[in-house]
């Protein structure tokens, strides 16, 4: 027999699963986190992790994209800023004006 398994999607609000991994990672850090704690903070960071951001960063103007280790100069110096960028799946072109919504005053 061959056994079938059947992918279930479960959502969490992004903000959520932030809140729940800083409340994690500070029982880690204190030390007083339970084995199922830490995994759960495991499987949260991995769920984040499949979203990627992207982030532009070109601090010395040669035209190539700095690294990751842009962040600690940047954080230590504020000699950057982010760039937009354009993604492959989302492009700005293509978005819709943001229609603004009338109120009724009453």
């Known amino acids: 027999m061959s056994e079938t398994y059947v ?5 969490m609000g992004l903000g959520e699963a932030i809140e729940r991994l ?4 500070s029982k880690k850090t ?4 339970s084995q199922v704690e830490k995994d759960e903070h ?3 960071m991995d769920a984040l992790n499949q979203t990627k951001l992207d982030l532009g960063f070109d601090c010395d103007g040669d035209g ?8 600690a100069k940047t954080a230590k110096t504020s000699c950057c800023r982010i760039t937009p960028t354009e993604s492959p ?3 700005t072109s293509s978005r819709k ?4 919504k009338r ?3 009453g």
């Open 89 to 91: 799946r989302k492009k």
């Open 30 to 33: 204190r030390g007083v986190a």
């Open 103 to 105: 109120t009724k005053r």
């Open 7 to 11: 992918r279930k999607a479960l959502q």
């Open 22 to 25: 800083n409340m994690l990672h």
């Open 64 to 71: 190539i994209p700095d690294t990751i280790e842009i962040f």
């Open 42 to 44: 495991g499987l949260i």
């Open 97 to 100: 004006p943001i229609k603004k």
